[in-house]
């Protein structure tokens, strides 16, 4: 490293000449690269002096060399000696537009104004699915309703026989549900399976509690459907159960329409079909108007009496509605979205915009 003036005597060879030119170049860049790291005008101003000062510089010592080359070798010997020169020049002006910020070019290092407002950081962005959980909760609070949440691996008795579900009945193919292959040692047998609907999580609750019972559970469910703009392998319900003494049918309405307006608006138009679903006696249909058609986005109907009496209840006591409806399709009604893909796509840009 160039560290001292060196002093020159007698004929130096074009190969010393051009080692000291090289050497100050190296240690002219260390310098320099000091006051960038530093941000630090002074020493910036310091090292200028040092290596191009006109009188004493570094730079103006080593050019007294010049003259003790031979005069075969300096006219190499002077070209190199200018490159170095414009090299210094250009190394001092890139360390100071890099502390300055330049007039043209963009250093490495930017002067800081500590008045600007910093940069916002990308922060984590809620799923739209995750925001209707939320909300619906939210509305279903309001009405009196508590959340609940149960297990997504289920047994056969919570999942299709206490709903009223018979053996021989469609719902419970294989074809139509995600059966687990696990021991069942200990436990007398029995299928396990991904839970189809989260109406399991009502009978959990009526097993451990004595009515009046008002709750909501939401979560994800699982059938093997084929997927396509508004059906998925595995989606997300809300369900709802009122038991308690003179409960009707027009109660299970009421609470319907006002739970749609609350979260679609207003002028949302709802309509009821009757249906059949083993575990509700009457059942309907719930559909929505939307895009000048009519769309499913639910079931619901008066518990039938033989799942109140699988939970040890008295249908001659008291009696409860229940629903299930999609989140999705829920979500996808607010907010105008055609292709329930969408939400599981992972995208970004598209998730971002909710």
């Given at each position: 490293m160039f560290h001292e003036r060196t002093k020159f005597t007698g004929i130096m060879s074009l190969n010393d000449f051009i080692k000291q030119l090289d050497d100050l170049v190296e240690a002219a860049s260390t310098r320099f690269e000091d006051a960038i790291n530093q941000v630090d005008k002074e020493i910036l101003e310091e090292t200028r002096i040092e290596y191009l000062g006109a009188k004493s510089g570094k730079l103006k010592e080593v050019q007294k060399g010049l003259g003790k080359v031979s005069k075969e070798d300096k006219p190499v010997a002077g070209k190199r000696f200018n490159e170095v020169k414009n090299r210094l020049e250009e190394l001092f002006q890139s360390a100071a537009d890099a502390i300055t910020g330049g007039s043209g070019k963009k250093g490495k290092v930017e002067a800081i104004d500590v008045t600007l407002p910093g940069k916002r950081p990308r922060l984590g962005h809620i799923h739209p699915i995750t925001q209707t959980i939320d909300e619906l909760k939210d509305i279903m609070g309001r009405l009196g309703f508590s959340a609940v949440e149960g297990p997504e691996i289920e047994d056969d008795?919570?999942?299709?026989?206490?709903?009223?579900?018979?053996?021989?009945?469609?719902?419970?193919?294989?074809?139509?549900?995600?059966?687990?292959?696990?021991?069942?040692?200990?436990?007398?047998?029995?299928?396990?399976?991904?839970?189809?609907?989260?109406?399991?999580?009502?009978?959990?609750?009526?097993?451990?509690h004595k009515p009046p019972i008002r709750i909501v559970s939401l979560g994800r469910v699982y059938r093997p459907d084929e997927i396509d703009a508004t059906h998925y392998a595995m989606f997300h319900q809300i369900e709802g159960l009122l038991v308690d003494t003179n409960v009707t049918m027009a109660d299970l309405k009421y609470v319907l329409r006002l739970f749609a307006s609350s979260y679609l608006g207003h002028d949302v138009e709802i309509r009821f079909r009757p249906s059949f679903f083993p575990f509700t006696e009457p059942s309907v249909e719930v559909d929505m108007r939307w895009q000048d058609t009519w769309l499913e986005f639910g079931g619901a109907g008066m518990v039938d009496p033989n799942v109140l009496k699988a939970v040890g209840y008295d249908p001659e006591e008291v009696t409860g509605f229940a629903f299930g409806l999609g989140v999705e399709r829920l979500c996808m009604r607010r907010h105008g979205i055609n292709d329930i893909r969408y939400l599981y796509d992972s995208n970004t840009k598209f998730l971002a915009q909710f």
């Open positions: 008795w919570h999942n299709f026989e206490a709903l009223n579900i018979p053996l021989e009945h469609p719902a419970r193919d294989p074809l139509d549900n995600f059966y687990l292959n696990v021991a069942s040692t200990g436990t007398g047998g029995g299928n396990q399976l991904m839970r189809s609907q989260t109406s399991t999580v009502q009978i959990r609750v009526m097993e451990n």
